[in-house]
């Protein structure tokens, strides 16, 4: 039987989650998926052991001899190439800096020495999942973004994600650059709702979901949303422009509260005469594991290799 099967990995600040990939039909197959809370500070051999059990589970539903290998959908900065993590100086991971992750799964699954296990940007991986089986599909031009505890992005052409020349941003996603006087990771992440809740309020705020359920109640939350939308659709306006996006595709978990920011949003991309299409993602947590999954198609494999040093 010929092998069409590979394993999707998320890995995400604080879980693993992660399933087998159908490559002909591109669907992830629930019914072997697993996942895992993983303590972000702990030894590199805790977290090496917890990912090693998460993906044990789905061998145990699908044999070894049927994938093809495993595909990591992993946060930088990371050796996409050869499997090593340069995480440092952020509170997650540090303890798995230097470390050949590759080589550290394969050696604590039963499965051969030489047993491939492919990386990619944890970003990219959902763009790309996004556009091989999701609300990218049909279009060349694709930009995904996730707004979560970071500001997640990719822009993609053909499945491909871009990450040099002058129609994207360095390194192909836009978290790094300048934006109200400090980089955009802090303005359009979980932490800047926090941050201006506490400022407004006095009070702390467990997350952006606790302030939506607010928001119909409390005029100084719904602002808070409506700056938001206002200040996204200003910042991503050019980009998406210079990129000629024809979609753009929104996930992660404040995206849940897009009813709220949304319209916000879309209209100041129109302001900006950013004329994209904009998609909230219905594949939402699937689509990272599928981009993963999709390093074990061949032609997406050999045309990523020259991208992933870049990521």
Known sequence: MEKKLAIGVDIGGSHINCAAIDLESASVLKETGADRPVNNQASATSIITVWASCLAEVFEKVPADQILGIGVAMPGPFDYINGICLIHGVAKYENLYGFNIGDALVSSLDVPDNFQVRFINDASAFAVGEAWAGKASEVKRSVSITLGTGFGSAFVVDKIPVCNGSDVPEKGCVYHLPFNGNIADESFSTRWFLRKYNKLSGKEAMGVKELADIADTDKSVMDLFVQYGDNMGSFLAPWLNRFRAEKLVIGGNISNSY????????????????????ELSELKEDAALLGSGYLFNDNFWKAVQHTLPLM
């Open 259 to 278: 009813k709220l920011f949304g319209s916000v949003f879309e209209e100041r991309l129109k302001k900006e005469k950013c004329s994209v299409k904009v």
